[in-house]
Nanobody, 118 residues
């Protein structure tokens, strides 16, 4: 299985950050898999943002829930992250990650650096 994240590397403050993860080698509808977004700001720890399940249910980190939306396109075997009203504090490397049953993190995408700056 391979995960490939993509999206703009620069977003202006107050705009919406949008990233897509393309999965190859497995279907995002495979039971019991969850497909997560995790980020790591410079010099800080990893932060789980949320996930979408094999059945399409989305889960969110409560601290980000009001600004986060995770969706999927099963025809393209992709899942997406949208983070609204971004600030420079949202500057981070964003990873898409697979997880069987959310029990552990299995396969990581390569990471996408997103900088929030005017």
């Amino acid at each position: 299985v391979q995960l490939q994240g993509s999206g703009p590397g620069l977003v202006k403050p107050s705009q919406t950050l949008s990233l897509t993860c393309t999965v190859s080698g497995d279907s995002i509808t495979t039971k019991w898999y969850y497909w997560s977004w995790i980020r790591q700001p410079p010099g800080k720890e990893l932060e789980w943002m949320g996930a979408i399940s094999y059945s399409g249910n989305a889960l969110y980190n409560p601290s980000l829930k009001s600004r986060t939306s995770i969706s999927r396109d099963t025809s393209k075997n992709q899942f997406t992250l949208q983070l609204s009203s971004v600030t420079p504090e949202d500057t981070a490397v964003y990873y898409c990650v697979s997880s069987p049953g959310l029990r552990y993190l299995e396969v990581w995408g390569q990471g996408t650096l997103v900088t929030v700056s005017s």
